[in-house]
């Protein structure tokens, strides 16, 4: 039996049934039912039309269980009030899923479980490890999800930058154990770009296509943080790139710009450069001012310092950075780092050793103990 | 079996041997240090006896209910006595005997000079849940 067929058509059921009156749980169940149902059936009596098939059985399931329940008449008035399922012009199923699960009244983490969970097709096990909290917790979080939209019907077309957030969410949420989240996302993204025509899905598969191709060459074999300009390039994923490049330009092509698409085209810039001198900052720069332009965001300003003191000078950068606030997230890497380049060790190796206080996870905080050692260690000398 | 906590602190505990801060190391000195204590980790998975470890960020706050409205958040006023926790192993060893045995070689991690710290580990029993049966 086709498992990955079967994960496919999984969304798809659930839509329809969704769209015939079932809510979203009861829904679930009975999808899962008519799983169970296939890998029985299916080994010996493969069905000529497998969502049909699908469709059919989990829709008798839910009857089945709708009449069982107290709630019987409401919900058999409901059904009859239903037009019957046709096409949906210009949606596809699995496309009304996505913002079904990217409501609003989702928390983001919850969006994005659900998300795994129905368009994904992935079982609770897989995501909870994902994760890595415990499989009951991740049931809870995702039953209560369902409990949220459960009256929240498709009439109403959601918000495309919601699933796209909820999509890089996703992304960046890395992997464990046999769910790799960021390929999956990519996955999911692709579907999204295939079915809605919309410049900043192309522009978020671009920059996931972009990040995700050189992820082999951010680590070093034991798991230590390497930095863009230190990353061995002929490690970098060539064709992934062509591909994000590819679509990256197609969806600038048609001139509505949005923050998922000027972030691509940074990725795009360090991806296209041979060497790390090679970059092109002056550009970077020019794209980090569209993107400060679009979201004026402190963290937007914070990497355009950096790109400014790699086009202008270390002096550049600090002057950009003075305006920011000294509280934001990585502050003092990027000062100790363009410290460090003025010529500055010693208050380099300070800011160095306080970013590593501060830093978010191991890699990064192991990666900045690391500079500051470097630094006190040549002063000594 | 019985469940140990090994405790690695900031601050709180005596001072170690070789007590220099890890950024006036070498960086040679930090990879050392490092695989010693992921060989550490990985040995214990073998026989067995690792049960999960994790490392703390050295900010924290002190959080309290205060009545009605958001809880007060503070960093102290005991901020020169706090303990502040570095990191936790939960090993599942024979017994207290082994625990011991075991946060001395974690205590014996290389650090400046490649020497080892000699740093001080709280080794903590674990509750459990339910009663051994014995008989």
Redesign the interface.
């Given at each position: 039996m086709d498992e990955a067929l079967v994960r496919s058509l999984t969304p798809g059921v659930l839509t329809i049934l969704v769209r015939r009156g079932a809510d979203f749980a009861a829904a679930e169940d009975a999808v899962q039912d008519a799983l169970i149902e296939a890998f029985r059936v299916w080994p010996a009596d493969p069905p000529r039309d497998p969502k049909g098939w699908l469709v059919t059985v989990a829709w008798r399931k839910f009857l089945d269980q709708a009449r069982a329940d107290s709630a019987r008449r409401r919900r058999e008035d409901l059904v009859e009030d239903e037009p019957p399922p046709g096409p949906a012009p210009g949606l596809d199923d699995t496309l009304q899923l996505y913002f079904l699960c990217a409501h609003p009244s989702l928390t983001p983490s919850s969006a994005a479980a659900l998300t795994l969970r129905a368009v994904g097709g992935l079982t609770t096990r897989q995501i909870a490890r994902a994760h890595l909290v415990p499989e009951a917790t991740m049931a809870q979080r995702i039953s209560r999800a369902k409990r949220t939209v459960s009256g929240v019907r498709f009439d109403r077309p959601g918000d495309v930058a919601t699933v796209l957030r909820v999509l890089y969410l996703v992304f960046n949420e890395g992997y464990s154990g046999d769910v790799d989240l960021a390929a999956e996302a990519i996955r999911l993204t692709r579907q999204l770009a295939a079915a809605i025509d919309h410049p900043e899905v192309a522009g978020l598969l671009a920059l996931m296509l972009l990040h995700h191709a050189r992820r082999a060459s951010r680590t070093g074999p034991d798991g230590s943080l390497v930095p863009l300009a230190e990353q061995d390039r002929g490690r970098w994923d060539t064709r992934m790139i062509a591909e994000g490049i590819g679509i990256l330009q197609a969806a600038l092509a048609r001139d509505r710009l949005g923050e998922f698409q000027a972030q691509a085209a940074v990725a795009a810039l360090h991806a296209d450069a041979p060497t790390a001198g090679e970059t092109d900052w002056v550009q970077i720069v020019e794209w980090y001012d569209e993107l400060v332009r679009l979201t004026d965001s402190p963290v937007v300003r914070l990497n355009r310092a950096v790109a400014l003191g790699e086009a202008d000078g270390p002096r550049a950068g600090l002057a950009a950075l003075a305006a920011l606030d000294d509280s934001l997230p990585r502050y003092a890497a990027v000062a100790a780092y363009l410290h460090e380049r003025d010529g500055d060790p010693e208050t380099a190796a300070r800011l160095y050793a306080e970013a590593a206080r501060k830093a978010p996870n191991l890699a990064e905080r192991d990666y900045l103990t690391r500079q500051a050692a470097r630094l006190n260690a040549g002063r000594r000398r | 079996m019985a469940k140990y906590l090994l405790l690695k602190h900031y601050r709180g505990a005596p001072a170690a041997v070789n007590d220099v801060?890890?950024?006036?190391?070498?960086?040679e000195?930090?990879?050392a240090h490092?695989?010693f204590m992921?060989d550490f980790a990985d040995r214990l998975e073998k026989t067995g006896e690792f049960v999960d470890g994790q490392?703390l960020?050295?900010?924290g706050a002190w959080v309290r209910y205060d009545g009605e409205g958001r809880p007060p958040v503070t960093d102290g006023p005991f901020a020169e006595t706090k303990d502040l926790i570095a990191g936790w192993m939960i090993i599942d060893v024979d017994g207290y005997d082994r625990a011991v045995e075991l946060a001395g070689e974690l205590s014996a991690a290389p650090g400046a000079g490649g020497k080892p710290i000699h740093e001080w580990l709280e080794v903590r029993p674990f509750l459990a849940a339910h009663p051994t049966v014995t008989d």
């Open positions: - | 801060p890890m950024d006036q190391w070498t960086p000195e930090i990879s490092l695989q992921r490392a960020a050295p900010e």
